[in-house]
């Protein structure tokens, strides 16, 4: 392990670390949001242009999806071995790839090119959400969900902002010979890229490596007072692993259901007559939704527990599917409406479930723990992609809306389950 940290506990005071590690990942999180929103806004809608096909358009996503399970594995791993710092911003570099592949492939008409790249701009999506760990490594445990909740809204502004420059970012695309739809990927790229150097640089000291070497400290110093070995109790093994799993569920399941009614409802909107400028302010909408509530998330959470916020996710995005599948064709404020609660839904959901898993994992095992279980997120979500254009194309956008609300229903069982034990 190279990267080093305070060998001292007294050198650098664990809230003067946390306030910093803070300010470093929110400004990573906006510029990682802003490339976030490129794949979201016209993703699926490049697929449809250059494939020819709704049904396929959804692949696009469910490919974007499945590099970030992939991306998941590898950050927590480098996580693991060397810190936040080197992982984060490593899955950031692989983003800005994947979005320069995007623009090439756009620029010379490769469907194959363009699934490669969504393949590998995938990491960018997964990274993003894997920031949301190292704002909670050093946090004391009745604040971990807010902790977490602060690095996730930090992604609102570039998450917002981002799909409302798909026009100018298309003009700008035109005068250099790109294809219009592949406009917002030069953002992406930029912004991916200049997050990886923010997180190099400044994200000093490591937040998970600090946080164990003070783990460490105050474990010698138990063992060394009369008795301190016999104080130190630890969660059962069943009860960890148990945590491990209704966390990993929730977020999978909000994350299917959210990456399937997001990704189509652009394409549904374009097949009524709505132009770029209205899909993007949906999916702006959207995204600010993701992200924006997560203080009140947070606190929800640390004040009423993890699992009863978690339930009511689920009912959140059930309302969100039947709003969704009753909207008029030509109403975008309808739709807006419908993506702001399946994204306070989807918030609600990740914030629950991150803390029940970082609760239930130790510090030795945290970051591959949490990798994993970003693993089976990233999953769900191409599951989600991939099933929604099928699903649309066979039976429409209002039974994908519905379909996907019931389903969320499923966490309320497994948490109440959880509760029960």
């Known amino acids: 392990m190279t ?42 809608l490049l697929a ?63 469907s194959v090119l363009l699934f490669v790249a969504m393949f590998v701009y995938g990491a960018g999506t997964a990274t993003n959400l894997l920031a ?14 807010r902790a977490v909740s602060t690095v996730l809204v ?40 200049t997050a990886a150097l923010v997180l190099a640089i400044w994200l000093r000291p490591d937040p998970l490596l600090l946080a164990r070497t003070m783990e460490a400290e105050r474990a010698a110093a ?33 994350q299917l259901v959210m990456v399937a009614i997001m990704t189509m409802t652009p394409v549904h909107m374009h097949d009524h007559g709505h132009g770029a400028a209205a899909s993007g302010l949906v999916i702006a909408i959207h995204i600010g939704a993701m992200y924006l509530p997560a203080p009140l998330s947070g606190w929800l959470v640390d004040r009423y527990g993890r699992r009863t916020v978690a339930a009511v996710s689920a009912l959140v ?20 409406v419908a993506l702001t609660l399946l994204g306070v839904g989807w918030n609600l959901g990740l914030v629950s479930g991150t803390a029940i898993v970082t609760d239930a994992v130790p510090l030795a095992t945290r970051a591959r723990t949490q990798g994993l279980v970003d693993v089976s997120i990233a999953i769900a979500g191409a599951v989600g992609g991939m099933a929604s254009g099928l699903v649309v194309a066979a039976a429409g956008y209002p039974l994908l809306a519905v379909g996907g609300g019931i389903l969320a229903l499923a966490i309320v069982p497994v948490v109440v389950a959880a509760r029960s034990r």
């Open 222 to 254: 138990a063992f060394a007072r009369p008795g301190g070995a016999g104080d130190r109790v630890r969660p059962p093994v069943g009860w960890r692993r148990s945590g491990v799993l209704v966390g990993a569920l929730v977020m999978a399941i909000t």
């Open 48 to 110: 449809q242009d250059m494939l020819g096909s709704t049904g396929l358009a959804g692949l696009l996503s469910a490919l974007a999806t499945a590099g970030s399970a992939l991306a998941a594995i590898v950050v927590g791993r480098i996580s693991q071995a060397r810190g936040r710092r080197p992982g984060l911003a490593a899955g950031y570099l692989a983003g800005a790839v994947g979005s320069a592949g995007v623009i090439a492939a756009a620029v010379a008409g490769d």
């Open 317 to 336: 995005m059930l309302a969100a599917g039947i709003v969704a599948a009753n909207a008029p064709d030509g109403s975008v404020a309808v739709f807006a």
């Open 132 to 145: 949301r760990y190292a704002g909670s490594d050093l946090a004391a445990p009745e604040h971990r969900a």
């Open 154 to 193: 930090a992604t609102t502004l570039g998450g917002v902002v981002g799909p409302n420059l798909a026009a100018p970012a298309g003009d700008l695309a035109h005068a250099l010979g790109i294809p219009r739809l592949a406009g917002l990927f030069l953002l992406s790229g930029a912004a991916y890229a």
């Open 3 to 44: 990267t080093t940290v305070p060998a001292r506990i007294q050198d650098l005071p664990q809230s003067q670390a946390q306030r910093r590690v803070l300010i470093v990942l929110i400004a990573a999180q906006v510029l990682s949001g802003a490339g976030l929103a490129a794949g979201v806004t016209v993703g699926a």
